[in-house]
């Protein structure tokens, strides 16, 4: 059985590898990929794992999977980190700042990146002792988590969750101190979907709109009734919010044009409501627009369930804390958007929140191109998957679950 003294070691061994992890994390964060773009982050993370001697198969496109210890485990658990970058100018003026102009990681998935890099390494550094012990780790960096559809279901179609029995990941979250880990059993995050309505209408001039189709103000009763409406069709419980972030129409303010669009996210903390809610979705945005004549076209393109976590997964990620002397805190639901959900309908497992605010520093906010994180967090995230790995197995054990699996 997995003991205790393994978890030790494995969490001691990241402590050598800091000094470089950093200087990892500030190179990738100096050059960031867009989603399926990742062809560089791809390699930088490949060619250290295999320079240590882990086993690594590349993903079709960008992404990897890499296996550490057991080649026939009793258990396997899965680490998996988000390679992908957003289109945000960076405003942060550090000297690793983003080379690329308009892209920068402002999610923080270089943290997540080399998290999980550095927890592989320590995990490596002990291989014999997980291999005596029949447990292997996954590495999982997958491409494009920040788009609809998510990277998540290539890794999936790949192959990628294959043999696994549990999986885990991090998320940077500013609001949280470095150090510290939010934790929450259950829905953490909320469903997304991408929504776009497209309007088409006979336009004209604007001192005649009796004799058009006023497209425009169409428009802005979309944007405004058709969350109006949906709250009041929906149970308030299920956590509705449809946000529009994109509006295009027109090219004169005196010229009523003949097409326009307006595109947003449709969040959800109610899985079963999320389901159902296309149909519906339809109905009330060609009954908002329809006094007005136009003709409406709606894109709803589903994106993600909430990420529910596993409570015994989230028990192993307060081990791990405990073993690697990070502080639980208690998180709440929100309603962002993550595709690692999608690994949580194959096998258990639970998404933490890694605090990345200095003490008494400043909060804040993601997708923004100011965000800093303090570089304690590359460390924690390192010490929390690598011991989550062991903490789960030894867990595992103790309820008998690696019984009648080869090792």
Known sequence: MTDNSL????????????????????????????????TR????????LAAAGVRVRPLAGTGLVADIGAE?????????????????????????ASTNYGVCHACGHDVHVTSVLGAGLALRAQEERLREQGVAARLIFQPAEEVIPGGAIDVLEQGGMEGVDAVFAVHCDPSIEVGRVGLREGPITAASDRVTVHLSGRGGHTS????????????????????????????PRSGLALVWGEVRAGMASNVIPSSGIVAG???????????????LLEQVVHAVVSPYAVTARLEHVPGVPPVVNH??????????????GLEPVPTPQSLGGEDFAWYLTSVPGAMARLGTRTPGGRTYDLHQGDLVVDEGAVAAGARLLAG???ADVIKAAASGDTAGKDS
């Not at 006023?214 to 709250?231: H, N």
């Not at 996210?265 to 149909?279: F, I, Q």
Request: contains cysteine.
């Open 388 to 390: 989550a790995v062991v």
């Open 265 to 279: 996210t449709l969040r959800m903390l109610d899985a079963e409501a999320w389901k159902s809610v296309g149909p």
């Open 41 to 48: 982050t791809t390699l930088v993370v490949s060619q250290r």
């Open 208 to 235: 005649r709109p009796h004799l058009t189709e006023d497209l425009t103000f169409a428009l802005a009763k979309v944007i405004t009734e058709v969350p109006a409406v949906l709250s009041r069709r929906l149970d």
């Open 311 to 324: 409570p015994d997964a989230v028990d192993v990620l307060r081990q791990s804390c405990v073993g690697g």
């Open 72 to 96: 026939q485990p009793a258990y396997r658990v899965a680490l998996r980190a988000d390679l992908d970058a957003l289109p945000v100018r960076e405003r942060t003026n550090l000297e690793w």
């Open 7 to 38: 978890l030790s070691a494995v969490v001691g061994s990241v402590d050598p590898l800091l000094p470089e992890l950093v200087e990892i994390r500030r190179d990738l964060h100096a050059h960031p990929e867009l989603s399926r773009e990742e």
